[in-house]
């Protein structure tokens, strides 16, 4: 079955701090990507898509995401983490179908 | 702005009742999607359409329909509320089935 896990439900950093959350998806073929970004009662915002091409896309807010298949993996990284980058972060893929398969999120704690 | 909008932002009710959520997708997009955002149970997706036929159903219960109408918008009917139906709902919007998704802000639901 296609899903997307994204292993750490939470995470703490200090402001200044480098970031990596973890994504890792399950799909025969190469899916598409997403990462999206949800701040406290708001919807969610799309940060960076991967489709296809270089495998390390940018995104905004200073965002990146490296797609690596052989992990079957796409971590979203940011050198310096700042305070207002405290939300709940979502991995997606876009599946067989067109169906779209969401992680249950990885809540980003940013302490000064 | 996404430039999807949803209407109510709010809204409160008892068990029993129905409700309608209304979706306007972004100018141009033909694709709608309907998701559930619950504590326990993260995003889910309930359904999606596209250009007034619906294309994929996730885990949306028997309680709730939905339509897109010739003007693109989008309505989820949810009826027989539940307590456990309290929950965050988005919509969101692609130009086609499978391309990036553009969430609008979500609507409140608190069945009592």
């Known amino acids: 079955a296609q899903s997307v896990t994204q292993p750490d439900i939470h995470i703490t950093v200090s402001e200044g701090a480098s970031l990596e959350l973890r994504c890792n998806y399950s799909?025969?073929?190469?899916?598409?990507l997403f990462w999206y970004v949800q701040s406290p009662g708001q919807g969610l915002q799309l940060l960076l898509k991967?489709?296809?091409?270089?495998?390390l896309v940018q995104g905004i807010k200073g965002f990146e995401a490296e797609f690596k298949r052989s992990q079957s993996s796409f971590n979203l990284r940011k050198p310096s983490v700042h305070w207002s980058d405290a939300a709940e972060y979502f991995c997606?893929?876009?599946?067989?179908?067109?169906?779209?398969?969401f992680g249950t999120g990885t809540s980003l704690t940013v302490i000064p | 702005d996404s430039g999807v909008t949803q209407t109510p932002k709010h809204l409160i009710t008892a068990t029993g009742q129905r409700v309608t959520l209304r979706c306007s997708p972004r100018s141009g997009d033909l694709s709608v999607y309907w998701y559930q955002q619950s504590l326990d149970q993260g995003l889910q997706f309930l359904i999606q359409?596209?250009?007034?036929?619906?294309?994929a159903k996730g885990n949306i219960l028997e309680r709730f329909s939905a339509q897109q109408f010739p003007d693109l918008h989008s309505e989820l009917n949810l009826s027989s509320l539940e307590l456990g139906d309290s929950a965050l709902y988005f919509c969101?919007?692609?130009?086609?089935?499978?391309?990036?998704?553009?969430f609008g802000p979500g609507t409140r639901l608190l069945v009592l």
């Open positions: 359409y596209y250009n007034g036929e619906e294309r």
């Open positions: 799909y025969g073929a190469t899916p598409y």
């Open positions: 969101a919007s692609s130009v086609g089935p499978g391309e990036t998704q553009y």
């Open positions: 991967y489709f296809s091409g270089d495998t």
């Open positions: 997606a893929a876009r599946g067989a179908g067109n169906q779209f398969y």
